[in-house]
């Protein structure tokens, strides 16, 4: 019997544009849909108020930029209310209070795929690969780790050297994009980091800096 430990997916193991819906990946996309039931008092507020709730002239820009502008902007929102915003006097988010409430009556799959999710922050990341219909290889900033990051669509988009802050999540042992995102030229990094920097020191808890993170580069 070999006791090899098992290798996590290659960006090369599957053809261009064939990714499998593992199960954790279907998994995650359950519990996206219970949280945003359980979120859904504060969609409706974000929604009535996104530029008063996220980030000031962000109405107009979901307004007047498309489709795609308006789906992403509202994904990035979506993924804020859920993962980010603290939602009482201990800092907790709607994900946090989920897990509390409802992680007896999960399925173990699904337990496992929300504890990985809630512990996960956005975080800054160069391009440093693109292979086009499969995904990235990424540099965190923050300490230099490598990612094979599976994400068809914005392989096609970003180029090598752009600046990206996003969320990695673990699904089928392959790292995947949360749907959140942010991308900015190479130009652009020392103002990206001074600004994560700006919000760190600022903060008087991580839960402060993490909810401040996301509205603060989306107004960048």
């Excluded at 000031?56 to 994904?75: C, F, Q, T, V, Y």
């Amino acid at each position: 019997m070999s006791c090899a430990k098992k290798q996590a997916p290659s960006l090369f193991d599957f053809p261009e544009d064939g990714w499998p819906l593992g199960p954790e990946f279907l998994a995650k996309e359950k519990l996206l849909e219970t949280l945003t039931g359980f979120a859904r008092g504060q969609l409706a507020e974000c929604m009535a108020d996104p530029d008063g709730m996220f980030c000031p002239g962000i109405k107009e820009a979901i307004e007047k930029g498309g489709d795609s502008m308006h789906d992403m902007l509202w994904i990035n929102i979506m993924d804020w209310l859920l993962f980010d915003r603290a939602v009482d006097d201990e800092g907790r988010t709607n994900a946090d209070l989920y897990w509390i409430r409802k992680r007896m009556f999960l399925p173990g799959l699904q337990k496992k795929v929300l504890a990985m999710m809630r512990m996960t922050k956005m975080e800054l990341f160069e391009i440093r690969a693109v292979y086009p219909g499969r995904g990235f290889e990424l540099k965190r900033l923050a300490d230099g780790a490598m990612f094979q990051v599976i994400e068809m669509k914005a392989s096609r988009s970003l180029s090598r050297w752009t600046i990206l802050a996003s969320r990695l999540w673990v699904l089928d042992d392959a790292y995947r994009l949360s749907g959140s995102m942010y991308w900015f030229p190479p130009r652009e990094r020392p103002h990206v980091l001074a600004m994560q920097k700006k919000i760190m020191r600022a903060a008087d808890a991580p839960s402060e800096s993490r909810e401040r993170f996301s509205p603060e580069i989306c107004r960048m």
